[in-house]
């Protein structure tokens, strides 16, 4: 650390020799966690400051383009992706580094840059800040969420994954208080997961957050359960090659968890939505290696309630057929 340090400490704010050890930097202090606790503070507040001044400098251009150059965002960038490795690495230490800092203010303006790569990092930083410190992002949500939404567009891959990644990590923070933000979301989930050609990394993720939306709020997202069911459970050949829609080849992790547990609970809620699909259902669950006790047992549950919602409608359907056959 020491010769690295003694190059961030050499170089200007406007050196773009930053770049590459910014994204040094963001590597080390992603693998040595709480071990970067020493060097954390100066570094963070550069990060801040690099951030602050590139926003500075693309406003005075907006309003004064005569008499400004346009600022390179890629100090921005690359400032953003470092304060997310800091994020991710610290965990709960750099809360008191957020607190004393107006990181949140500027990620609101970086959530909304012109530029694809800001907002991507941006959305990045979100989703780390909120498994570290949501105590920050809480008061943020009402103006962060429609910004989340709108960027749910698969146009821009990779601003749309770190997007629909960030709203899972809030959902599972927010729980039930997300239920006045699901229809900002949901639709676009609903299509993009229903889209052809979408890359396997931006599905995953979409099944994710698809699955813990309906985890805090079931009774919001399960009517809309019989349109990404299959999607969500079954791969899909296009083509030669199988296109992973859905957690089905995802290994055992808690975000596969906290996903089976919400699609589990919107069976409960909405039994009919899944009837037809089942099978898919079926398959997906046979994906687990291990799942834990109580979420094993949600899956005989929804399972029995599921079958006796199918004999009950076949019963209904048939008696139906009878009565046609009869009156006939």
Not at 1 to 19: A, H, R, S, T, V
Not at 110 to 128: H, I, K, T
Request: with cysteine.
């Amino acid at each position: 650390m020491p010769p690295l340090i003694q190059k961030w400490n050499e170089l200007k704010d406007e050196d773009k020799d930053l770049f590459p050890l910014l994204e040094c930097l963001s590597s080390v202090a992603t693998a040595l966690q709480s071990g970067f606790l020493p060097y954390c503070e100066p570094v963070y507040q550069r990060c801040v400051t690099l951030v602050q001044k590139t926003l500075a400098q693309a406003m005075m251009y907006t309003q004064h383009p005569e008499q400004y150059e346009a600022p390179d965002k890629d100090f921005m960038i690359v400032a953003l992706d470092l304060l997310s490795g800091l994020a991710e690495g610290l965990g709960g230490h750099v809360e008191q580094l957020v607190a004393r800092s107006n990181i949140m203010t500027l990620l609101f303006q970086c959530m909304q840059d012109s530029m694809p790569e800001v907002r991507q990092s941006s959305f990045a930083l979100l989703g780390d800040l909120t498994k570290a410190c949501f105590i920050h992002v809480k008061p943020c949500i009402a103006e962060f969420m429609p910004i989340l939404g709108t960027n749910l567009n698969p146009e821009f891959i990779s601003v749309c994954n770190n997007a629909t990644w960030a709203i899972g990590e809030i959902c599972m923070q927010m729980g039930a208080e997300m239920q006045p933000y699901v229809q900002m979301v949901l639709n676009n989930l609903v299509e993009i997961i229903n889209r052809p050609n979408t890359p396997k990394t931006l599905l995953e993720n979409t099944a994710i957050t698809i699955g813990r939306l309906g985890y805090v709020c079931p009774q919001e997202v399960a009517p809309m359960l019989q349109q990404f069911i299959r999607p969500w459970c079954v791969p899909t050949c296009v083509g030669p090659a199988v296109r992973c829609t859905s957690l089905r080849n995802i290994r055992d992790n808690e975000e596969k968890d906290s996903a089976f547990r919400g699609i589990c609970m919107m069976i409960g809620v909405n039994p009919g939505g899944v009837v037809q699909d089942f099978i898919f259902f079926c398959d997906a669950v046979a994906s687990w290696v291990s799942p834990k006790d109580d979420l094993r047992d949600m899956f005989y549950k929804v399972s029995v309630c599921v079958v006796v919602r199918g004999v009950a409608g076949e019963r209904a359907a048939s008696r139906s057929r009878l009565a046609l056959v009869e009156g006939g």
